[in-house]
């Protein structure tokens, strides 16, 4: 198991491995081959940014039996298939950034969620191999403004708008996805808590299905789906998301002022 961190230290960006609360610069990305450097910053020190800024951001809907009709829909019946959705890339954000949510924006929710890094290039992925093509995996936090999800004709909004997809802090490798546990807190109160063997469509199946029409590349991410039901968030709140062996995704909720 390695757990990366991408961080900002005297002015430079860089990739860590980050052990005992240290990180330590390796010489380039998490998705090439690296050498672990010799140059270190205790972790307090740094300012942990997002572990990846993605080209292509995935999620998937009603993917824990706990949530389906949890949503402000009528009830739902089980899927039959993994059901995607885009979120932008321009809505992630590190740990410790603001969810800004935006004006007229109604009841806004924060999905907890266990987020997949896809590590290098695949299109039409056996389901067997999927999980070579996983680099490992990260935290995440899919914003949903429901008023505009129920009311508008697609999600772009209710999903994508700026600073809906926290991530991180970490990305940790060599994880069995089905053996991890889930919690989302607000303002300390856990209010989801889930193990991920609950998923109805497993990360196999998420990054099979996918594809088959997308080609997945290095540093793409999929949030595979959140448990029960999501907490109201609003102005003054803090949002913490915790996975097994990744750690604690934190990030403060402001209004767009």
């Given at each position: 198991m390695v757990?990366?961190?991408?961080?900002?230290?005297?002015?430079e960006v860089a990739y860590g491995v980050v052990e005992n609360n240290v990180v330590y610069q390796i010489t380039t990305t998490p998705f090439e081959e690296y050498e672990v450097t010799d140059h270190t910053h205790p972790l307090d020190h740094v300012e942990l940014l997002s572990p990846i800024y993605p080209n292509k951001v995935l999620a998937i809907a009603l993917n824990y039996v706990s949530h389906l009709g949890k949503t402000g829909a009528a009830p739902r019946a089980q899927p039959e298939k993994p059901?995607?959705?885009?979120?932008?890339?321009?809505?992630v954000i590190g740990p410790d950034e603001e969810i800004i949510i935006p004006r007229d924006a109604g009841r806004v929710e924060a999905e907890?969620?266990?987020?997949?890094?896809?590590?290098?290039?695949?299109?039409?992925?056996p389901k067997a191999d999927a999980l070579d093509y996983v680099l490992g995996y990260t935290c995440?936090?899919?914003?949903s403004a429901r008023v505009w999800q129920k009311g508008d004709v697609q999600w772009w909004r209710a999903k994508g708008s700026d600073t809906f997809a926290p991530l991180g802090p970490f990305i940790t490798t060599d994880l069995?996805?089905?053996?991890?546990?889930?919690?989302?807190?607000?303002?300390?109160?856990?209010?989801?808590?889930?193990?991920?063997?609950?998923?109805?469509?497993?990360?196999?199946t998420i990054?099979?299905?996918?594809?088959?029409v997308v080609t997945l590349e290095a540093g793409d991410v999929i949030y595979t789906g959140t448990p029960g039901i999501p907490p109201v968030i609003e102005p003054g709140d803090t949002v913490e998301v915790e996975v097994t062996e990744i750690g604690?995704?934190?990030n403060s909720v402001v209004s767009d002022e």
């Open positions: 757990k990366f961190a991408q961080y900002l230290a005297h002015g059901e995607p959705f885009w979120k932008s890339s321009g809505a907890g969620e266990l987020v997949i890094v896809i590590g290098r290039e695949g299109k039409h992925i995440g936090i899919d914003v069995d996805p089905s053996k991890l546990h889930l919690i989302t807190r607000v303002n300390g109160e856990v209010k989801q808590e889930a193990p991920t063997s609950d998923l109805i469509f497993d990360v196999p990054v099979s299905f996918i594809s088959e604690v995704l934190r």
